[in-house]
């Protein structure tokens, strides 16, 4: 067994045994082929997408697995909500100019309420390139959306200027995984699928439904009586006050509908798309909840209905999901070549 | 309108169009094919193959052990060849037109 023989041998060892067991020595025979006479070591180029698809298949996040298949299917839809949700951001909430009367007290950034307008250019950056089709650009500004978002809080508390709420960005780091964990070559021609388009059309939905509940808050006229004083009433108060987790609920009814629709497709036989569906919706939960607990606290429970409807829609999403794995078999071959 | 294959999933499936192709020989295809534009790396290789083969598209056709390295040979399905056939046919179609377009339109004699 050759140096490079042997390196290569570590790397396919983390795929999963069996898979090793059936392909380990074809992928062996393959990666060998592509390397020079003399080499000793993996070529990076080679040993990135090797062990990259040895995780996925791994952790069942593979296209030829139900999961795999499901991320690959939201990924871009999941990318365009993130984008929208960031351009509503940095015009509501960060851009001073517009709203300057109501700048809040503390660390602002030039002309920028908090830092969160760096994240906020990075996903509008990504949402872009993946409308302009360029799958390497995108991915590479999805990586770098989520190390952004995910270094921003303590960032901003080293640096101590203002920072937008945590929930804010625990839900768009959420939005960004489906992408980072699928395999690069997924994004290839897929805003053009059929399946990504309905998703897509899905997201901008949503993202103009968050919008329209949050307008009375814009406008001012259902602010929670926390917000009122020193603050004053301004469109910042989206991602600082307590006021956003109110009109939050919207994101319940939302998902709820979403769920419906879901519940709807499976019983069709159109499981993957439903189960997709049933994925899509699960991060607007996540914000939902984010806003209760990450700014109220655990011990929060101003409405237990709410929390009830929470969780149920948790659990069926998280069931359909499921169902759409175990059964899997469709009436037509639906989802992305 | 043309039907909507992905490019890693279009190219796996023209280089097994001429006959069956072990891993090697589908990435060595790919890049002539391409022009050396493209090159498929092992790991995104066994990606699009594990989920062709789901989809029915490609089969695992014979083997072999050459050096003491074994080698899967991997061809088209009638589904595959199907698939391959409709998209190809649309896109130079397309193609075709595009060409004409530009030969009509003013300013391009």
Redesign the interface.
């Known amino acids: 067994m050759t140096p490079l023989e042997r390196r290569y041998g570590r790397l396919l060892s983390l795929y999963p045994k069996d898979y090793r067991a059936e392909r380990g020595a074809e992928i062996m025979s393959t990666v060998l082929g592509t390397s020079q006479p003399e080499q000793l070591w993996p070529h990076p180029k080679e040993a990135v997408p090797l062990v990259g698809h040895a995780l996925r298949m791994r952790f069942g996040l593979a296209e030829s697995q139900p999961i795999g298949r499901l991320l690959v299917a939201i990924g871009p839809a999941q990318l365009i909500l993130a984008s929208l949700i960031s351009v509503m951001s940095f015009l509501g909430a960060e851009w001073n100019p517009w709203w300057g009367r109501h700048v809040l007290p503390g660390g602002q950034v030039g002309p920028f309420q908090t830092t969160g307008f760096i994240a906020y250019v990075s996903w509008t950056a990504a949402g872009l390139a993946l409308l302009f089709k360029n799958p390497k650009v995108t991915r590479r500004l999805v990586v770098l959306s989520m190390s952004i978002t995910a270094v921003l809080v303590p960032f901003s508390r080293a640096l101590s200027l203002d920072r937008p709420i945590p929930s804010l960005l625990a839900f768009l780091f959420v939005l960004g995984l489906p992408i980072l964990v699928s395999s690069p070559q997924s994004l290839k021609g897929s805003v053009s699928d059929r399946l990504q388009k309905v998703l897509i059309a899905m997201s901008l939905l949503v993202a103009i439904a968050i919008a329209l509940a949050l307008l009375p808050v814009w406008n001012g006229s259902t602010v929670h009586q926390f917000s009122r004083g020193s603050y004053g009433l301004s469109p910042s108060i989206l991602f600082y006050r307590t006021d956003l987790v109110f009109v939050a609920t919207w994101l319940l009814w939302i998902d709820a509908a979403a769920i419906a629709v879901s519940a709807m497709l499976f019983f069709i036989g159109r499981r993957l798309l439903a189960g997709s569906v049933a994925l899509s919706g699960l991060p607007l939960l996540v914000l939902w909840f984010g806003f209760r607990y990450l700014w109220f606290g655990f011990g929060y429970n101003d409405s237990t209905a709410h929390l009830l409807v929470g969780v149920v829609l948790v659990a069926s999403s998280v069931a359909l999901v499921c169902l759409s794995m175990l059964f899997p078999k469709e009436q037509a071959m639906e989802r992305a070549r | 309108m043309v039907s ?6 279009y190219l796996v499936l023209t280089a097994l169009a001429a006959g069956p192709l ?3 020989g589908i ?1 060595k295809e790919v890049s002539s094919i391409t022009q050396g534009k493209v090159t498929i ?8 193959i ?2 062709l ?3 029915g ?1 490609v089969q695992a056709d014979s083997e072999e052990v050459v050096e003491g ?4 040979y991997y061809s088209l399905t009638v589904e595959g060849t199907a ?1 391959l056939t409709s998209h190809a046919t649309q896109m130079a179609s397309v193609s075709k037109e595009a060409l004409r377009r530009l030969r009509v339109s003013p300013g391009m004699a």
Do not use: A
């Open positions: 909507e294959v992905r490019e890693p999933t072990h891993g090697y990435i790396r092992t790991g995104s290789l066994y990606g699009t594990d989920r083969v789901q989809e598209l390295r074994l080698r899967r698939l």
